[in-house]
């Protein structure tokens, strides 16, 4: 036992050094795994799922057409705010202040941080960095990177940003409550109801829910705190959102599913595709 010891202190170096070396006592293994399931399936479903969804949402936020239905005051939340001069001014709640040029979104004012805010989302970051990066691919996979660095440098120094994202898209997230109530208003001031204003209700609280699922929100409500039983009412709030942030991964893809379906939706019926289907008025 006093050899062993001894000969593993001398060699420390090396056992650091040389992972697959045979004399520390590792295999050799020249196969890229040793996984035999379909390791591959999951990066592969993300990023084509993940590619289509920004393929769409980016021709979306630059047709600048079919965004809004007067009639029932529906509004995508692509084009939410719509704060450029070129937008229709029944869909301008908080006013006009951004050029209308074509290489501009009408709202250009908030695409961005929410954009940041998913890029930065810590569950996001998994899945892309494994589906588009191979960094790596899938656990016990090798990536094909020689070196890394983790989130130490530009870019992925920003995703500290993350954090900041969140105030932003929480203020966003207020905007798209704001719109889904105010559909309930028609053009002429009456009160209507209808199928987009179910699938516009449906998304904003599941937009909320993936929201405040944030890791960065969980921190905030629990951070720094030595004892919950002095802050009952965090606490209450820490264990709900500490629930939904159990489900983070599955609010990330529903929220991008109903975002899809919410525009494609409200475009049919601009477009004049389909008819909405009224419930009241």
């Known amino acids: ?17 040389s992972t697959t070396d045979a004399s520390a006592g590792r295999a050799q293994i ?3 795994t040793l996984r035999t399931d379909r390791w591959w399936l999951p990066p592969l479903a993300n990023f084509v799922g993940l590619t289509a969804w920004v393929v769409y949402a980016t021709v979306r936020a630059f047709v600048q057409d079919d965004y809004f239905v007067p009639e029932y005051n529906y509004l995508t939340p692509f084009y939410s705010p719509c704060v450029s001069y070129g937008c229709d001014p029944h869909a301008s709640h908080f006013g006009q202040f951004l050029p209308d040029v074509w290489w501009l979104p009408y709202a250009a004012a908030s695409l961005p941080f929410l954009l940041l805010f998913r890029l930065t989302c810590y569950y996001y970051r998994k899945a892309y960095y494994r589906s588009f990066w191979l960094s790596p691919p899938a656990c016990a996979v ?10 130490t440098r530009f870019p992925l120094l920003g995703q500290n940003l993350h954090r900041y994202f969140f105030y932003i898209a929480g203020i966003i997230s207020l905007i798209n409550t704001y719109d889904a109530f105010y559909a309930f208003v028609r053009s002429d001031g009456s009160f209507g109801f209808g199928l987009g204003n179910v699938i516009l209700l449906v998304n904003v609280v599941l937009l909320w829910a993936y929201t405040i699922s944030c890791h960065s929100c969980r921190s905030i409500i629990g951070g720094r ?5 002095k802050h009952p009412a965090r606490y209450r709030m820490w264990v709900f959102v500490s629930k939904l942030n159990a489900k983070h991964m ?8 109903t975002l899809a379906l919410t525009d494609f939706y409200i475009m049919a019926v601009a477009a004049g595709w389909i008819p909405d289907l009224r419930i009241i008025n």
């Open 142 to 151: 090798a990536e094909p990177h020689k070196g890394y660095s983790g989130e």
């Open 1 to 17: 036992m006093e050899r062993t010891a001894s000969y593993r202190y001398q060699n420390k170096e090396t056992d650091v050094s």
């Open 225 to 229: 705190l030595n004892h919950f039983s």
């Open 250 to 257: 599955q609010l990330a893809w529903t929220t991008l599913a």
């Open 30 to 32: 020249t196969a890229r």
